[in-house]
């Protein structure tokens, strides 16, 4: 089974840094990787997605991440962070029809 | 849009105790998932359905824990007894058969005193 890991459990960032979560797998195969969040109060929700092709891949809210097969890894980018983006970021892994999430990194915006 | 519903919202109950979730999927999803997070944690698979058979229960604690999915629709999970380490939230999610994410519910979290 896949085991997910995110480096960064707590961050805090000013309003206009940029961001960066890191995201790594435990190994190579033919999987699907995703990042969720989950704002205060409200159900997890699809940040982006790979499955294939470009491995820079765009979602909702400014947020980018990139796939780096060699390094098993799919971080979570985005250049200025606003204080709505303030939530937890859960990373996941799809691998044979299961998925697997990480631990979550916990992000907090402050004006 | 089309959400997965989940009841109740918040359960407190004590040791010894059974509890009961239920879960509504979006319409069409045949693919439906049990989870819990504790805090602190991700989620962790408990039971996958697909229609209404159990294709993945390996990590559901089958002495006190068990959910079915009778008409391949809506699903229940109950424990019987709960246990002070149960306290957690317990998500619910569903995928069409040909998707590849998951739609979350908004969860059920349960305090066992």
């Known amino acids: 089974a896949q085991s997910v890991s995110q480096h960064n459990h707590h961050v805090i960032l000013s309003e206009a840094a940029s961001l960066e979560l890191g995201c790594n797998y435990s190994y190579g195969g033919t999987v699907n990787l995703f990042w969720y969040v989950q704002y205060p109060g409200q159900h997890l929700q699809l940040l982006l997605k790979y499955f294939s092709g470009d491995p820079l891949v765009k979602g909702i809210k400014g947020f980018e991440a990139e796939f780096i097969k060699s390094k098993f890894s799919f971080n979570l980018r985005k250049p200025s962070v606003q204080w709505s983006d303030t939530a937890e970021y859960f990373c996941?892994?799809?691998?044979?029809?299961?998925?697997?999430f990480g631990t979550g990194t916990s992000l907090t915006v402050i004006p | 849009e089309a959400e997965v519903a989940q009841s109740p919202r918040y359960k407190i109950t004590e040791k010894s105790q059974a509890v009961a979730f239920w879960c509504d999927p979006i319409s069409g999803h045949a693919t439906l998932y049990w989870y819990r997070q504790i805090l602190g944690q991700g989620p962790e698979l408990l039971v996958q359905?697909?229609?209404?058979?159990?294709?993945?229960d390996s990590q559901l604690p089958k002495d006190r824990f068990s959910a079915e999915r009778l008409k391949g629709v809506d699903s229940t999970l109950k424990i019987q007894p709960a246990e002070l380490g149960d306290s957690a939230m317990y998500l619910c999610?569903?995928?069409?058969?040909?998707?590849?994410?998951?739609?979350f519910g908004e969860g059920s979290r349960l305090t066992v005193l």
């Open positions: 996941a892994v799809k691998e044979n029809g299961q998925f697997y």
């Open positions: 999610a569903s995928s069409h058969r040909l998707a590849r994410e998951l739609f």
């Open positions: 359905f697909q229609d209404e058979s159990v294709v993945d």
